[in-house]
């Protein structure tokens, strides 16, 4: 009897022992997996921060669209404004804002003293070879009903067609008289092509463009990326230049068009964050730069 109690002892101990390992490995498994899972979020973000940023910008925008800006951001803003309360403002809109979170008669820009008015709205048209923004018709059309001046530009996608990407422009922006001027958004250098190639692309959606327009189309871009890869071969087109430091003018060097100076705008007329748009010149200015 004490040898079959000692047994039984025995492998009750022996019972204990591979249900602490089944609960130490299955707390290593989950352990482990939740630490990949967290890697794996971060690298996302960090991935998308790096070479994405506009994209990043835009989904940080969403997440915080309804909370105030930091008094670093607002007292930029203002001190922008104040600087250029003489010139035209306007801003720009695409599918990260809906539909129902824009309300037209109330849109402005404002410092502490006085509110400007939103004189021109440009939109996100098209990307890459065949895509399309879902807002686009929407917002172009609530645009004209403003009485806004229009824009359209593409998103351009450097490892796609160019000539597939200007073909899909010209046929879903449609372009009228008293718009804009065609607009190319360039963020981003090729994965899979040479820069020589790159440039040879820009060049033919460029060409594609404005023979259909008989002018010369706008390009949007980072003030880094233009300095980097698009100056000098494209210092003939307009520019609007996205610079959103704590500078009183986007390039002290290359002559600009257009600057967007946030992306955390914050007006009555807007339910989220949206991008503030500078001309420079007045509204008699501003007509060479429409059809």
């Given at each position: 009897m004490y040898?079959?109690?000692?047994?039984?002892?025995?492998?009750?101990?022996?019972?204990?022992?591979?249900?602490?390992?089944?609960?130490?490995?299955?707390?290593?498994?989950f352990t482990v997996s939740l630490l990949c899972i967290l890697l794996l979020g971060v690298g996302s973000v960090f991935y998308i921060r790096t070479y994405y940023p506009a994209i990043y910008q835009k989904i940080l925008n969403k997440i915080t669209a309804r909370k105030i800006n930091s008094t670093y951001e607002s007292n930029r803003i203002?001190?922008?404004?104040?600087?250029?309360?003489?010139?035209?403002f306007g801003i720009d809109l695409s599918h990260y804002q809906e539909?129902?979170?824009?309300?037209?008669?109330?849109?402005y820009?404002?410092?502490?003293?006085?509110?400007?008015?939103?004189?021109?709205?440009?939109?996100?048209?098209?990307?890459g070879n065949d895509g399309t923004d879902k807002n686009f018709a929407h917002f172009?059309?609530?645009?004209?009903?403003?009485?806004?001046?229009?824009?359209?530009?593409?998103?351009?996608?450097?490892?796609e067609d160019p000539k597939l990407q200007a073909n899909s422009y010209l046929k879903n922006a449609r372009l009228e008289k008293g718009d804009f001027l065609p607009i190319l958004d360039i963020e981003q250098l090729p994965k899979k092509k040479s820069k020589e190639q790159?440039?040879?692309?820009?060049?033919?959606?460029?060409?594609?463009?404005?023979?259909?327009?008989?002018?010369?189309?706008?390009?949007y871009t980072y003030i880094s990326f233009y300095e980097d890869y698009l100056y000098p071969t494209?210092?003939?087109?307009?520019?609007?230049?996205?610079?959103?430091?704590?500078?009183?003018?986007?390039?002290?060097?290359?002559?600009?068009?257009?600057?967007?100076?946030?992306?955390?705008?914050?007006?009555?007329?807007?339910?989220?964050?949206?991008?503030?748009?500078?001309?420079?010149?007045d509204s008699s200015e501003l007509n060479k730069l429409l059809l």
């Amino acid at each position: 009897m004490y040898i079959c109690k000692m047994k039984k002892k025995k492998l009750q101990r022996s019972k204990s022992r591979i249900s602490a390992k089944k609960k130490s490995l299955f707390g290593n498994f989950f352990t482990v997996s939740l630490l990949c899972i967290l890697l794996l979020g971060v690298g996302s973000v960090f991935y998308i921060r790096t070479y994405y940023p506009a994209i990043y910008q835009k989904i940080l925008n969403k997440i915080t669209a309804r909370k105030i800006n930091s008094t670093y951001e607002s007292n930029r803003i203002e001190h922008i404004v104040s600087l250029y309360y003489d010139k035209v403002f306007g801003i720009d809109l695409s599918h990260y804002q809906e539909r129902e979170e824009i309300e037209w008669d109330s849109l402005y820009i404002r410092n502490k003293t006085a509110k400007y008015p939103i004189q021109f709205a440009i939109f996100r048209a098209t990307m890459g070879n065949d895509g399309t923004d879902k807002n686009f018709a929407h917002f172009f059309s609530e645009a004209k009903k403003h009485q806004l001046i229009r824009g359209a530009y593409h998103y351009y996608r450097p490892d796609e067609d160019p000539k597939l990407q200007a073909n899909s422009y010209l046929k879903n922006a449609r372009l009228e008289k008293g718009d804009f001027l065609p607009i190319l958004d360039i963020e981003q250098l090729p994965k899979k092509k040479s820069k020589e190639q790159f440039i040879k692309d820009v060049q033919t959606w460029l060409d594609i463009v404005e023979k259909h327009y008989k002018r010369k189309p706008i390009i949007y871009t980072y003030i880094s990326f233009y300095e980097d890869y698009l100056y000098p071969t494209f210092k003939q087109y307009p520019l609007w230049i996205a610079n959103y430091n704590n500078v009183s003018v986007p390039t002290s060097v290359f002559s600009w068009q257009l600057w967007q100076f946030t992306e955390n705008g914050i007006t009555a007329g807007a339910k989220v964050k949206i991008d503030f748009n500078i001309f420079n010149g007045d509204s008699s200015e501003l007509n060479k730069l429409l059809l």
